[in-house]
């Protein structure tokens, strides 16, 4: 049966509310926001290389302050960050996702991590055309693991 499988796809799916509910309308309640930590070289992940290569593992992101076009599917959510100042589009599968965490109440969900993807499955999201217009309040910071940890 793999009830192991099944309990990790039903708490990524925790995951996801959570995302959906940051992206309606209303956003986030309160101070609540999200560190997400994923593989970088799990099947599905799709983002600049450029960006993608400095993290060949594991990359976790923040959304709080500056995030736009956050967009929570059945499978995978995209968002767009700004990486030194530039606007970047990832593309994240739920199954990437290896660390879920809202700081605000201490919730954290952890996940066994996916296998990496053959490099020839990765793609690199296409640029976004031009910059949010009306941007979210919320921000995005990119830490590395150690960092993570010692919070």
Do not use: C
């Not at 996801?16 to 209303?26: I, Y």
Request: no cysteine; net charge neutral; hydrophobic share 40%.
């Amino acid at each position: 049966m793999n009830y192991e499988a099944m309990a990790q796809d039903a708490l990524r799916g925790v995951a996801k509310a959570a995302l959906k509910r940051a992206a309606a309308p209303e956003g986030l309640p309160g101070s609540h926001h999200f560190y997400i930590t994923f593989k970088t070289d799990a099947a599905g992940v799709s983002g600049p290389q450029d960006l993608l290569g400095k993290y060949p593992d594991e990359m976790t992101i923040v959304l709080q302050h500056q995030y736009w076009d956050l967009a929570p599917g059945e499978t995978f959510f995209s968002v767009t960050l700004q990486f030194g100042g530039q606007p970047k589009r990832l593309s994240i599968p739920y199954g990437a996702i290896t660390r879920f965490y809202d700081p605000s109440v201490q919730f954290l969900l952890q996940f066994e991590p996916p296998p990496p993807a053959p490099p020839e499955a990765r793609a690199e999201a296409p640029a976004p055309k031009e910059a949010p217009v009306a941007p979210k309040p919320t921000e995005a910071t990119v830490v590395s693991l150690d960092q993570f940890r010692k919070k």
